[in-house]
């Protein structure tokens, strides 16, 4: 009897073992999003906060639109879903995850109309 518990318990740690780690290879961590940005630098004019300037390859642009989605379009999407106040923080810092919840996820290259 005593042979039968002990087979019993070692089944059950067992068990439990590769349960446990069964579900943490089902479940990896979520991947952070990628932070990553077209430009070498960003401004907002004083005069005009709805338009952005960027910095490429040392000559700065105003920008129109990041890979089809318009400037205006990424702002709104920004003010609507955080906050007006975070408007150029997430704009400069955060594109790749404002455009991918979007639902346009940008590519390895983007194009950038100015």
């Given at each position: 009897?005593?042979?039968?518990?002990?087979?019993?318990?070692?089944?059950?740690?067992?068990?439990?073992?590769?349960?446990?780690?069964?579900?943490?290879?089902?479940?990896?961590?979520?991947?952070?999003?990628?932070?990553?940005?077209?430009?070498?630098?960003?401004?907002?004019?004083?005069?005009?906060?709805?338009?952005?300037?960027?910095?490429?390859?040392?000559?700065?642009?105003?920008?129109?639109?990041?890979?089809?989605?318009?400037?205006?379009?990424?702002?709104?999407?920004?003010a609507k879903h955080w906050?007006?106040?975070?408007?150029?923080?997430?704009?400069?810092?955060?594109?790749?995850?404002?455009?991918?919840?979007?639902?346009?996820?940008?590519?390895?290259?983007?194009?950038?109309?100015?």
């Amino acid at each position: 009897m005593d042979h039968l518990i002990r087979s019993l318990a070692l089944c059950l740690v067992w068990a439990m073992l590769t349960t446990v780690g069964a579900k943490a290879q089902e479940a990896p961590p979520a991947a952070a999003p990628q932070k990553s940005a077209p430009f070498d630098a960003i401004e907002w004019p004083a005069d005009d906060a709805a338009k952005v300037r960027v910095l490429v390859e040392k000559s700065w642009w105003n920008l129109e639109a990041v890979d089809g989605v318009e400037v205006e379009k990424i702002t709104a999407f920004i003010a609507k879903h955080w906050s007006r106040g975070l408007i150029q923080k997430r704009f400069a810092e955060d594109l790749v995850e404002v455009m991918t919840k979007m639902g346009h996820s940008p590519k390895a290259t983007v194009t950038l109309r100015v």
